[in-house]
């Protein structure tokens, strides 16, 4: 027997799973992987904790319901993430670890982004366990996608799950998508030499070093959004932000380092890596033979960006159960790592992006029978015959 909705989502807002990269503030998402593998358990799913390589702490799931069909080979993937963001006490109205539950939302850190898909998918997939299945169903709790994906990336050097289709219970209020853009954020350091603003032979100025790696920076941007184009966007070019810079001391000192922070998104079909080394020599050649050091540094490897097929059959059935046209959204998701697993991959889900990595988060009520009711009927389409 499962627990009701809302005792699921208490019992996994109430384990702190803040995943970053900062390790002070980083936690084990176990207890959130062990609730999930209990009740699943209980439902008749084959488990398997998958703890991370030299993170015991840190584990994905991989829950199997009909994996003696077709040897654990196609069927649908129902995945999410365990981990949430940081949050900020002082500016919750409630304990973010206890879901508050007023009218009609439920309060707490991850309601929404994501650990609300969890009782979402399994009162759906409890409908399932009695019936004999034509292909398996699959239900996948990642760890870290908030900070380094780490989960995900770890799920594709597996290579499982394996299936036909997979859907990301990201939040986009029910809206069925089909692409995002790739992120990746950096960190530019140069170091020169100080000396007195006088006499500029006596250093070496990396603030004028950061101006022309800026430029060049700004002509990549400019090159990249003439090269590629793509209207499923909003904004339907590649972007980069130069986000952040941090430099020197004092008007009458040389200035002796300079730091600047980028957020590059690109657009599905760019080729992530040749970009980011193209990028990576142009910020060299605009340093050298300066007396200037570079240091390049990223937090954590660039999420891809992520397009599946327009005329998926799975795109279409969540298309037409939902009844939301399929689009395109902003943030990035581990999308990228089911569809190379040879996926159709979706990304679909109750609550919205807005109330995601929010004081005060909350998952409306009134998407949750509606997603149930979506998911039953994608199982029965994908996963019986
Ligand atoms: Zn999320």
């Known amino acids: 027997m499962l627990p009701t909705f809302p005792e699921m989502l208490s019992q996994l807002v109430a384990e702190p799973s803040v995943s970053s990269t900062s390790p002070d503030i980083d936690r084990s998402n176990l207890r959130v992987i062990e609730h999930l593998a209990n009740w699943l358990h209980g439902l008749g799913f084959r488990t398997e904790i998958m703890p991370l390589p030299n993170r015991p702490d840190k584990a994905n799931l991989i829950a199997t319901l009909g994996a003696e069909i077709n040897d654990g080979m196609g069927g649908l993937v129902l995945a999410g993430h365990t981990d949430t963001v940081p949050f900020d006490a002082a500016l919750w109205q409630s304990d973010p670890f206890t879901v508050?539950?007023?009218q009609d939302r439920y309060y707490g850190l991850g309601s929404c982004d994501m650990k609300g898909f969890f009782p979402v998918a399994l009162e759906a997939?409890?409908?399932?366990?009695?019936q004999q299945l034509s292909a398996p169903l699959t239900i996948v709790a990642t760890s870290d996608e908030e900070s380094s994906m780490a989960g995900g990336r770890y799920l594709l050097e597996c290579g499982k799950p394996k299936a036909d289709y997979a859907i990301i219970g990201e939040p986009t209020a029910m809206q069925p998508i089909f692409a995002h853009k790739g992120i990746s954020m950096m960190t530019i350091k140069l170091a020169g030499a100080s000396g007195h603003s006088s006499d500029p032979s006596l250093g070496a100025n990396a603030l004028d070093a950061m101006h022309r790696v800026m430029s060049e920076l700004i002509c990549l941007r400019e090159e990249l959004a003439t090269d590629t184009q793509n209207d499923a966007f909003a904004v339907n070019v590649p972007t980069m932000n130069l986000g952040c810079m941090r430099a020197g001391d004092n008007p009458n000192r040389i200035c002796g380092h300079a730091e600047l922070q980028i957020d590059l998104r690109l657009l599905p079909g760019m080729d992530s890596e040749q970009i980011h080394a193209t990028l990576e020599q142009r910020i060299k050649d605009a340093v050298q033979h300066s007396g200037i050091s570079l240091e390049l540094q990223t937090a954590?490897?660039?999420?891809p960006p992520f397009q599946s097929d327009p005329d998926g059959a799975l795109l279409h059935s969540l298309s037409q159960l939902s009844g939301n046209k399929p689009g395109t959204v902003a943030f990035g998701t581990e999308a990228h790592f089911m569809q190379t697993l040879g996926m159709e991959?979706?990304?679909?889900?109750?609550?919205?992006?807005?109330?995601?990595?929010?004081?005060?988060?909350?998952?409306?009520?009134?998407?949750?029978?509606?997603?149930?009711?979506?998911?039953?009927?994608?199982?029965?389409?994908?996963?019986?015959?």
Do not use: M
């Open 100 to 102: 508050k539950d007023q």
């Open 125 to 130: 997939a409890a409908t399932f366990t009695k």
């Open 300 to 303: 954590y490897p660039p999420i």
């Open 345 to 385: 991959t979706v990304v679909w889900g109750p609550g919205s992006i807005e109330q995601a990595h929010q004081p005060n988060e909350y998952l409306d009520k009134a998407q949750l029978a509606p997603a149930t009711q979506t998911l039953r009927h994608v199982i029965q389409r994908f996963c019986t015959s």
